[in-house]
């Protein structure tokens, strides 16, 4: 949502952050749009998440008879006795390996000549690329952090047990080190039953317990169960009440967000200390294009959110307002809330970069944006509104999809399409309204539910209409009151 490379002909994929004073560095992987894997990493500065500045290359792939001659994986940067120690990993014969490149000033970097500096190894974990269903041998995705008690750094993993059958056996690898040079391998966090792989692990303390999140998607070829089969390519987390061990899946669910099986609308969340407290960090990830033929899957770094740990040990993405609050302007709101002869009002500018907020008293009413004319001059767009599943039923979910109004012997109507994105309300009772806030940059669109996030998704960006109008609505039967509290920002420049 907020930041691509600028040359149209690279793709971001992967990302990691770094704050340093009032200074975000975004480095991420970068490849060819062709490219099935990853050349290059890249790397973009900001201060306030809307205006970015990017930086010439951290490292490309290595040539030759190089250990990194192979496509480069997801990494990220630890400061030590100041130096920055950047982690990335590259495959070679299918076998993936993690090395290093340091710098003093996080511009010129220079790769280590002893790399590479963790290699994956018995007992534990999987060496030989030939048992593992997709014929990789998986050490990849480091996360490194310091652990003052021990006085050693940690890193954790995606790698797979060594016994792994051909369901399940993704694990979160560990390794211990003083040095960042010198690694140690440990027995793994968790081992799944069901993942074949456990993506970009994080570890994190919050509020007394410990976390580890991980990214996953069916594309790995096995139907692993989740809680919300609507939430199922995305992030997620585990939790313990120890760093090294005892981790399992929460009773409430772990979602953290996520898209359809088939949608990869968002990946590898990670998150960052932010404010100091003890209970929010700064969550980040990408925010991936619809997929094309012959090209690679690409993001764009999505707007951030804040990471909270919720009693009982639930962690909650929500809307981060210290953040995103001063990229957005007021603007002027629909001439008046909707009624039972108003199905629709629209915002008097046009929005291709806005956000709207709305509290929602009825089902099938919500906020529609990207509208404009088009088949037979009919008003068509994007559409998030709430829905039950049933009649008198106390479930309700949160849906985008497409919109449009077609005239008919009862006048203008409007028509709702197939949802693209979906998922249940936790804290809905029945009679209760909603407060939503829809945010969006051209295909990027996030949907929050109060403060908290239902959906991050992109939709084909060629498909949508050209004047971007945006507004609140209602289908079905006339409501009196469908929707209140309207008001409208655009994006600043």
Known sequence: MLYMPPD??????????????????????????????????????????????????????????????????????????????LFYGAMVDRVQRIGLAVSDDLIHWEKLGQNPVLEPG????????????????????????????????????????????DTGGGCIGVASSRDLLDWTLLPPAYVSDSLTCLEVPEYFALDGRHYITYTTSYHFGTPYPVDDPHQATGTFYLVSDAMLSGYDVPPHGNTLMASL????????????????????????????????????????????????????????????????????????????????????????????????????????????????????????GLAVWTAPDRSGGTRRWVMLGTIHFSDGPGGLRPALGSPVALRELDAFRAGEAVRLRVMWRGPFIDVYAGDALCLSHTVEPNGLPSEHLAGVFYAGVPKASPATGVAVRRMKP
């Open 261 to 380: 099986p088939n949608a990869m609308a968002n990946y590898v969340g990670r998150s960052i200390n932010h404010d100091g407290t003890a209970t929010r960090r700064l969550f980040y990830y990408q925010n991936v294009l619809p997929h094309q033929l012959g090209y690679s899957h690409i993001g764009s770094v999505a707007a951030p959110k804040a990471l909270r740990a919720l009693p009982g040990g639930r962690l909650q993405v929500g809307y981060a307002a210290d953040l995103l609050d001063p990229l957005f302007e007021d603007v002027a709101a629909p001439p008046a809330d909707l009624g039972l002869d108003t199905l629709i009002a629209l915002a008097g500018d046009t929005l291709a970069e806005g956000q709207i907020e709305a509290t929602i008293h009825a089902p099938y009413a919500g906020i529609c944006l990207h509208m404009g004319p088009q088949r037979e001059g009919m008003l068509e």
């Open 122 to 165: 018995g007992p534990w974990y999987e060496t030989d690329p030939l048992r593992a269903n997709n014929y990789e041998t998986a050490w990849r995705d480091p996360y490194v952090f310091y652990h003052a008690p021990d006085e050693r750094f940690y890193a954790f993993l995606c790698a797979r047990a060594a016994d792994a059958g």
């Open 8 to 85: 149209p002909t690279k793709g971001l994929w992967d990302t990691w952050l770094l704050r340093q004073g009032d200074v975000y560095h975004l480095f991420y992987l970068q490849r060819e749009r062709t490219e099935v894997g990853c050349s290059a990493i890249g790397h973009a500065v900001t201060r306030d998440w809307r205006h970015w500045d990017t930086l010439p290359l951290v490292l490309e792939r290595g040539t030759g008879a190089a250990w990194d001659n192979g496509p480069l994986m997801t990494g990220m940067v630890v400061e030590h006795a100041g130096r920055f120690y």
